[in-house]
């Protein structure tokens, strides 16, 4: 993900629910709005902000030490040959303790299902050579997939506000941090629109 390249459309979410014809709440694609900053006053009375803004869009990280596998009861939650992290459907009961150890709350809960879902990396696309939904709908090309430890080896593990510290669960997820991006050890309070996911 080059978050100095997105523009916070949201074009990746809406192409991943038409994709999948994900019901009204449920979202594997989050495009996050972060925030941070304020208007200072100077002692001559001057002010200055000291504003910065930036959008990051993720969905599954496909983790290698995934915690939604660790947490899932029925062994619902499954590893492909590739590294890629889904969900058997027959298996999963619903229960939400994928999405509860998950620091990226990457798993949804279908109702109308009634099991959990999540991005598979749009895997039937992968299998035709195509891109996933969302990056082949990125207009300004802020989405990539590519070889794993190929990406991961040049660009280095995404570490900025307001995901969690990688290392907590290795994601496979390989960042272009924006001018604006703060570190992981910065205040998760730069997450401008949390109400959109709370669901």
């Known amino acids: 993900m080059d978050a100095s390249r997105c523009i916070g459309c949201k074009t990746c979410m809406i192409a991943c629910k038409d994709k999948h014809d994900l019901p009204l709440g449920v979202h594997w ?12 006053k100077h002692d001559n009375g001057a002010y ?11 969905s599954c990280n496909h983790c290698d030490n ?6 899932c009861p029925t062994g619902a939650m499954q590893r492909a040959e590739n590294g890629i992290v889904f969900i058997e459907e027959s298996r999963c009961v619903g229960c939400s303790s994928c999405l509860w150890h998950c620091p990226y709350s990457a798993p949804r809960l279908d109702l109308e299902k009634k099991h959990m879902t999540k991005c598979d990396l749009c895997r039937d696309f992968l299998a035709a ?18 070889p794993r430890r190929e990406v991961l080896d040049r660009y280095g593990r995404a570490r900025i506000a307001p995901l969690p ?17 703060m570190s992981v050890k910065e205040s998760a ?11």
Request: overall charge negative.
């Open 29 to 40: 694609r989050k495009v996050l709005e972060c925030a941070a900053g304020d208007w200072v």
């Open 48 to 58: 200055s902000q000291s504003v910065r803004a930036y959008y990051v869009s993720i």
């Open 66 to 71: 995934a915690r939604c596998l660790d947490a």
């Open 129 to 146: 050579g195509k891109e996933p939904a969302c990056v082949a709908a990125c207009p300004s090309r802020a989405l990539h997939v590519g």
């Open 165 to 181: 510290d990688p290392d907590l669960t290795t994601p496979n997820l390989a960042l272009i941090p924006h001018r604006d991006a």
């Open 189 to 199: 309070a730069v997450l401008a629109n949390k109400e959109e996911f709370s669901s």
